[in-house]
Every structure is written in structure tokens, then in C-alpha cells.
């Protein structure tokens, strides 16, 4: 079953504290990678695609990298700003598109 | 640059009642979608339209329809709304011409039904 878990389900960094949030997947003809940030109140805002395990992106302060079975987003030196929730989705392909969300981490980040 | 545009933001209706949910999006996107977002959940897919003129149900079409008025316009209705459907929409599009694979969301329409 095509599938999609984000872990933790929330985290409490102190600003400056740097971390990692994780998205498991299991898809059939993987697409594609994604990753989103949603403040409270407004829709998800893409970050990244990734499309191939070893692949790295970056974007200021945060780094999303993949494998087979898992991508990682490594958030360094957090700042107040940063606090979202975090949504990971894979797009697969079985004779059609299928998205795939996880749930999301909710990132508060502490001055 | 608008991005996508939903309207209305916020609705409270009462079982039974029926409304329509107006999506517009400004990018010359070919695909538009239509999602639900639910506390513990994640996004499910209600309906989705891959071109102008095409529909298709998704996870969760019971109890909506659709209609894609033109490339830039996507409805999202209900019919006769029940408590079940009290929950945040977002419309979405993508560039499948591009095939990045990214969507743009709006801003979401916050739906509750007493």
C-alpha cells in the first residue's frame, strides 16, 4: 500500500538547536519527492522536489536529501521564523499520478 | 501574481444547505485539484482536473462535485452538506505541462456545518 509517515509528529527546538525531521514512503513509481511548509492559517507553500535517492537540495537554512525509503530535512541553526508544520507528499505512478501526503510535523522553534 | 485564489475563506452552514467553493488560478496551469485537510489526516484528494474539460473523482468525492468552468476556474460543490464535512479545503494547481510535479496552493476555505 502506497503510504506516506512523517515522524515526529511534533518537535520543540530552542533557537540555534538543529535537527532532522524524517518522511518514510513506500510508493509504486516514484515521481518525485516533496516538501512543503504550512504556517497556521494558509496553505502548504512548496520547498523541494527531490527525484532520485542522493539527491540533496538546500534552501537557506534547510537541506532535504533522500534515499529509497526516506527523506530527511535537516533544519541547522533554527530560527523563530522556521516554526511551521512541515509536510512531506510523493507523487507515484501505476497507470495514473497518485499524491501521496504525509501528515506532517508541527516545528515550534524557541528564542 | 494572485497564485490560486479561493473564496469564500470562511463559511458556516447548516446540514442540508448547499454552496459552491470558487477556485481561480493565474499560472496557465493545465491541472487543478481539490483537497480537504483534516487534524490528523493529511491532505486527501476530492476531486482533481488534469485539463480543461476532464474531471476525475479522488479519495474522497462522496458527497462533492465539480465543475471546470475554463483553464483558470475549478468549483468545488456541495450538495447538501453534512457535519462530516466540516474541515479546511484548499485548491491546488500544477504546471503539467512543465511536469515539475510541485503544486500551488491557495490559501483555503474554512468550511464548518452545524
Known amino acids: 500500500e502506497d503510504q506516506v509517515t512523517q515522524s515526529p509528529e511534533a518537535l520543540r527546538l530552542q533557537e540555534g538547536e538543529s535537527s532532522s525531521l524524517n518522511c518514510s514512503y513506500t510508493?509504486?513509481?516514484?515521481?518525485?519527492l516533496f516538501w512543503y511548509r504550512q504556517d497556521p492559517g494558509k496553505g502548504p507553500e512548496f520547498l523541494f522536489t527531490l527525484y532520485s535517492a542522493g539527491e540533496e537540495k538546500e534552501k537557506e537554512r534547510l537541506k532535504a536529501t533522500l534515499t529509497k525509503k526516506e527523506s530527511f530535512l535537516h533544519i541547522t541553526a533554527p530560527k523563530p521564523e522556521d516554526s511551521a508544520t512541515y509536510l512531506c507528499?510523493?507523487?507515484?505512478?501505476?497507470?495514473?499520478?497518485?499524491?501521496?501526503f504525509g501528515t506532517g510535523t508541527r516545528l515550534k522553534v524557541l528564542a | 501574481n494572485a497564485g490560486v485564489t479561493q473564496t469564500p475563506k470562511f463559511q458556516v452552514l447548516k446540514t442540508g444547505q448547499s454552496m459552491t467553493l470558487q477556485c481561480a488560478q493565474d499560472m496557465n496551469h493545465n491541472s487543478m485539484y481539490w483537497y480537504r485537510q483534516d487534524p490528523g489526516m493529511g491532505l486527501r484528494l476530492i476531486y482533481y482536473?488534469?485539463?480543461?474539460?476532464?474531471?476525475d473523482k479522488g479519495e474522497v468525492p462522496n458527497g462533492y462535485n465539480v465543475s471546470r468552468l475554463n483553464k483558470r476556474e475549478f468549483s468545488l460543490r456541495l450538495e447538501s452538506a453534512a457535519p462530516s464535512q466540516t474541515s479546511v479545503y484548499f485548491c491546488?494547481?500544477?504546471?503539467?505541462?512543465?511536469?515539475?510535479?510541485?503544486?500551488?496552493f491557495g490559501e483555503g476555505s474554512r468550511l464548518t456545518v452545524l
Open positions: 482536473s488534469a485539463s480543461e474539460g476532464t474531471t
Open positions: 510508493v509504486s513509481g516514484l515521481r518525485g
Open positions: 491546488a494547481s500544477r504546471d503539467r505541462i512543465a511536469n515539475t510535479g510541485e503544486l500551488f
Open positions: 507528499a510523493v507523487l507515484g505512478f501505476s497507470g495514473t499520478y497518485k499524491y501521496i
